[in-house]
């Protein structure tokens, strides 16, 4: 009997007298802080965002390519990157130097400085966004690695309160990562070291659709 069979066997054991039928699952805790309205749950994420040290740009849709357009430049980047085919909420690619489907190799990964994406949700009481590998998103690698971040948040459209409201529109079988901040943690001075584990800076641009 192999490795594998012997633990199989040990969980068939465990679930033998365990029924077949879902059972349904009582969701009677709280949901969400407060009763907040859309401007103050868009205000919060903001707020939240900031303290943890991310760069938060408010824009109109109109505006998000203008707002784009120099942000790689200002932190030094030579080459940045966003998903092809993505549909930005400016109905413009808002890729300031290229577009393609990413980097294949790790060498190619190295030299991207800056990468631009969308996000699947974003909540406002943790201050994290979420991403799921949709279209706009990019695999996982190139979200991880380049040292400026950049997500572009739909206003209201993607923007819940809390967490439990956010997971309601994920699939759990998908390549979920959830970012608060930029990256950070620390030496054995206890001194705070950024981008050890990803982006060193996280900016985040709440795209109002409404254009307010």
Known sequence: MSSRERILGRVRRA????????????????REHGDRGVEETADLLAEN??????????????????????MPAARGSRRSWCRRGWSSPGSR???????????????????????VTACAVAVAESGTVVLD??????????????DQRI????????????VPQGLERLEP?????????????????LDRVEGVHGSRTLEVIPVNRNGE
């Open 133 to 146: 590998g949709s279209p706009g998103q990019g695999r996982r690698r190139i979200t991880l690695m380049p």
């Open 93 to 115: 690619t808002p890729t300031p130097s290229r577009s393609r489907t990413g980097p294949s190799t790790p060498h190619e990964l190295d030299r991207i400085d800056s990468v």
């Open 15 to 30: 679930l033998s007298d365990v029924s077949g039928e879902d059972a349904p699952i009582e969701r009677t805790y709280l």
């Open 173 to 189: 079988v998908s390549p979920l990562t959830w970012i608060s901040g930029s990256s950070a943690t620390s030496d054995v001075g």
């Open 49 to 70: 965002l900031a303290d943890y040290r991310a760069i938060v740009h408010h824009c109109t849709a109109a505006d998000l390519p203008a707002t784009l357009a120099g």
């Open 151 to 162: 997500c572009v948040v739909r206003v209201p459209d993607q923007v819940v309160s809390a």
